[in-house]
């Protein structure tokens, strides 16, 4: 590799793009696992939305500029085909087919925010699960595809978020940090009408 910074600058705004993604990647399912198991206090629940959502969307400009910036990586030189289509690329393509389907999958499921009403609520909801795999996916593809993925910084920085999102994720199946539901009042019961019965006159 030559000295020079400029003969791989594709490379490094590729990677630049690609830890600034995975780290928003991050963020944004923190965000939405501490939502869904209720940990964020009600009153900062809309602020939280609102930084979730932003998140998400830049995280997917981000990954955009990551596999937008190959293109120009005269030792890579992946083509249109490479960075779109899973297991084209022949560079270690089990781990950069795992990047192209995160990719695919976080264009799926960031912008439905914007198409929960047309969706349902419910619906929405089950299609919103599936962004932990987004996480994972990214950081299979990050470990196995990254040419400095045995440095220390970076598996710090791909990992750090592992233990939390194991205890929210838990959290959150297990049902804990839920409120209890507000007691009900007790239904009236419901009033007999007496019924008088007419007695005979012993007189």
């Known amino acids: 590799m030559s000295p ?21 990647i991050s963020l944004s399912v923190l965000l939405g696992l501490a939502m869904a198991a209720r940990v964020v206090p009600a009153s900062r629940k809309r602020g939280a939305v609102a930084l979730h959502e932003l998140v998400a969307m830049v995280a997917l400009l981000a990954i955009a500029a990551h596999g937008a910036a190959l293109l120009g990586d005269h030792w890579l030189r992946p083509g249109l085909a490479g960075i779109t289509i899973p297991f084209a690329l ?38 919103h699960r599936a962004t932990p795999v987004v996480w994972v996916l990214a950081v299979v593809h990050t470990l196995g595809s990254g040419s400095d993925a045995g440095t220390l910084w970076l598996r710090a920085v791909v990992l750090a978020p592992v233990v939390p999102l194991a205890y929210l994720l838990v959290l959150r199946v297990l049902g804990g940090g839920r409120r209890s539901p507000a007691p009900r009042s007790p239904r009236a019961l419901p009033v007999r009408r007496l019924t008088t019965v007419p007695v005979d006159d012993p007189g």
């Open 4 to 24: 020079a910074p400029v003969q791989y600058l594709w490379w490094l705004v590729s990677r630049a793009s690609g830890i600034v993604a995975i780290a928003l």
């Open 90 to 127: 022949g560079y270690r393509p089990g781990f950069t087919a795992s990047g192209i389907l995160a990719g695919y999958m976080a264009l799926l499921l960031g912008p439905s925010f914007y198409a929960r009403r047309r969706l349902g609520a419910r619906r929405w909801r089950r299609l």
